[in-house]
């Protein structure tokens, strides 16, 4: 079992889905956490459970992508942690459709939400970690960073550029004893789906379970991904076993990457 027993960790997007998993994950693990989310309710429930079981826990509302709340945030987990051991580049956000049909604020918002943001933290944390010779990056990227998703250019756009983000990362600072893996997950049950499902139900005038249905039948294995599993392979990739695991964008998507 991975061991994160004095490891510091970032996890953006915390307040719930493949978040809230990878935090209480890294959790149980034994690292500390910072977390942020928009949503303060869910940021507060998970602390809540971060600090009953021991673990050291700063949570702050952020909207990432914002510049300066990325910045008091970042300066605040260096504060209360003293280091950054393992960053979980996690927030992201769909909208938009085609190229004509995406207004461009929309195209900057989910470029700065997805991208921007994971470029920011990790500009703000790899210092540490290669003074310390040892840091993972984690970005949660999608299967659409592999294959772009109709009617969706910003969301395809700014996770195949995660990925090249990732891979730059772990070319440049492999020699410092820093890793950088993305992985890119298919339908998981998140508040993402979730808003999918609702679309499908108000254009397609269809139940919410046939909704479900639909987007699981998309997939090999016909099921919606759970967080879980991705937060368990999270958690792998940021243990020394490991090491050797660089530059990778590990799909979880039941094989639908081969389609």
């Known amino acids: 079992m991975t061991s994160l027993q004095g490891k510091a960790a970032v996890v953006t997007a915390a307040g719930g889905g493949i978040g809230r998993a990878i935090a209480l994950a890294l959790v149980a693990a034994g690292a500390d956490l910072a977390i942020c989310d928009v949503n303060s309710a869910g940021l507060a429930e998970v602390a809540s459970q971060v600090r009953q079981s021991g673990r050291a826990c700063l949570a702050q509302v952020c909207r990432v992508g914002d510049p300066a709340q990325d910045q008091a945030f970042a300066q605040a987990a260096l504060s209360t942690l003293g280091k950054v051991d393992i960053l979980v580049n996690n927030a992201g956000v769909g909208g938009g459709g ?72 772990a070319l440049d600072y492999a020699a410092a004893g820093v890793t950088s893996n993305a992985i890119c997950p298919a339908w998981t049950r998140t508040d993402m789906a979730e808003r999918f499902a609702a679309y499908l139900v108000a254009s397609e005038a269809i139940t919410r379970d046939e909704a479900y249905a639909r987007m699981a039948a998309s997939l090999p294995q016909n099921r919606i991904v759970e967080p879980e599993e991705v937060a368990s392979l999270a958690v792998m990739l940021a243990g020394e076993q490991a090491q050797g695991i660089n530059g990778q964008a590990i799909s979880v998507d039941e094989g639908a990457a081969l389609s």
Do not use: C, Q
């Not at 984690?138 to 294959?147: D, M, P, V």
């Open 98 to 169: 085609s190229v004509s049909e995406t207004p461009f604020e929309t195209w900057r918002e989910v470029l700065a939400t997805n991208l921007d943001a994971a470029f920011f933290f990790a500009h703000a944390f790899l210092p540490g970690m290669v003074a310390r010779h040892w840091g993972r990056l984690i970005h949660i990227a999608s299967l659409g960073g592999k294959r772009p998703f109709a009617h969706a250019a910003a969301y395809s756009a700014s996770k195949h550029g995660l990925i090249g983000l990732m891979r730059s990362i």
